[in-house]
């Protein structure tokens, strides 16, 4: 019942600014942690950015300082907005979400990507 749908990828010039946003859509009781993962061809599937209901965030190494992580607890939306883009962030972005059910125990859920291409 819960999907995940990220939009606002797309082509970009290196030196360009992106934003993708997901909406969690279905019934659960709440929403622990949103994040953002990514994975470019022929490499593994990795973090890009988390954000939890505190507002902690976390963010990989190489993007610190260029990409920001938000949500909207009572829309349910997470976004990720990506400035000073590089060729090397070229991937299929993921929206992830840990929260619980209506019924049940913490899950994890995935959406189903949206690439993301910078151009040199």
């Known amino acids: 019942q819960v999907q995940l749908v990220e939009s606002g990828g797309g082509l970009v010039q290196a030196g360009g600014s992106l934003t993708l946003s997901c909406t969690v859509s279905?019934?659960?009781?709440?929403?622990?942690?949103m994040g953002w993962y990514r994975q470019a061809p022929g490499n593994q599937r990795e973090l890009v950015a988390r954000i939890g209901s505190g507002y902690t965030t976390d963010y990989a190494d190489s993007v610190k300082g260029r990409f920001s992580i938000s949500r909207d607890n009572a829309k349910n939306f997470v976004y990720l907005q990506m400035s000073r883009l590089k060729v090397d962030d070229s991937a299929v972005y993921y929206c992830?979400?840990?929260?619980?059910?209506?019924?049940?125990?913490?899950?994890?859920?995935w959406g189903q990507g949206t690439q993301v291409i910078v151009s040199s």
């Open positions: 279905g019934s659960m009781r709440s929403i622990i942690q």
């Open positions: 992830n979400v840990k929260g619980y059910p209506i019924t049940g125990s913490l899950d994890d859920y």
